[in-house]
């Protein structure tokens, strides 16, 4: 698990990242600032984040208002799981449909800003060949900063 869950951070970030399952079990401690996840069973990929990104997190798995404090920075370097991904769209989505712009992207970073207008000029749709909004004019925008190229996608269940 140690090993999937450091698989999203850059090489200089591995060695202080704190590592913790998805139930908030600390498997290793670290001292960096960033917490290191292994892949959600068959829905996304490894990931690392920053304590803002963790803040995040909660708020999203919860359902419940977020605004950044700060600037924060997550890597899902290994990229999204084959069966994963996320609609671009719908911050609860859990499969793609015809309708909610479904993408599995492959090795990115995250990032998110205190002022959701700062986002304004950026591209919200994975059709670019750069940086995006995901999940615009919600609480969870951020943007997408793909960093290799992106795997196939999923098709749309009938």
Not at 99 to 127: F, R, Y
Request: hydrophobic share 40%.
């Amino acid at each position: 698990m140690i090993e999937a869950a450091l698989s999203a951070a850059l090489p200089q970030l591995r060695d202080g990242a704190t590592v913790s399952d998805l139930e908030g079990n600390v498997l290793r401690e670290g001292d960096n600032g960033y917490t290191c996840f292994p892949p959600p069973s068959e829905i996304a990929g490894a990931m690392c984040m920053d304590g803002e990104w963790l803040r995040w997190m909660d708020a999203w798995m919860n359902g419940t208002p977020f605004t950044a404090n700060s600037v924060g920075i997550a890597y899902m370097l290994a990229g999204d799981s084959p069966q994963g991904g996320a609609s671009n769209i719908d911050p609860a989505a859990q499969e793609p449909t015809a309708d909610n712009d479904w993408v599995v992207e492959g090795p990115h970073l995250m990032v998110i800003v205190p002022n959701a207008e700062d986002l304004a000029s950026l591209p919200k749709t994975p059709q670019v060949a750069g940086p995006y909004v995901m999940w615009a004019d919600t609480p969870y925008a951020h943007v997408m900063v793909p960093v290799d190229a992106r795997g196939p996608q999923r098709e749309v269940p009938e």
